[in-house]
């Protein structure tokens, strides 16, 4: 009775050879091509992904500037329109504006004699 408990290891059987030459092979085979076609050539493929994960982060780089520049924006022209002396003196800054006796003067920088200063 023993016997019958303890059988000995029999070598691999033509079928369990069968089996792994045929069958397992052709499941690697087959999950390996649809692997290769996901990550290169399908429309959704991880090259693609990661390149629109590059362009979302770029635009939201973009986003927080502009969120930036706006606040910075609103900000000012707040402060323009409740300010008259501010909406005054951006006026005379920018459009050479002045009152109805002043004179104004501009300053204009002659370039050529810049540019031969900073070559000598």
């Known amino acids: 009775m023993d016997d019958d408990l303890i059988k000995p290891i029999k ?3 033509p079928a369990m050879k069968f089996f792994r030459k045929y069958i397992i092979d052709k499941y690697f085979v087959t999950v390996f091509l649809f692997l290769v076609w996901m990550v290169f050539f399908d429309s959704t493929s991880f090259l693609v992904i990661n390149e629109m994960n590059s ?27 409740n300010n008259k002396d501010e909406k005054e003196k951006y006026a005379r800054e920018n459009y050479f504006m002045k ?14 004699h810049i540019k031969k200063s900073t070559e000598n």
């Open 55 to 81: 362009e979302i982060n770029k635009y939201e780089d973009q986003l927080a500037y502009y969120k930036s520049e706006y606040k910075k924006n609103d900000d000012f022209y707040r402060k323009l329109m």
């Open 99 to 112: 009152k109805p006796n002043e004179e104004i003067f501009i300053l204009v920088v002659d370039s050529t």
């Open 11 to 13: 070598p691999k059987s």
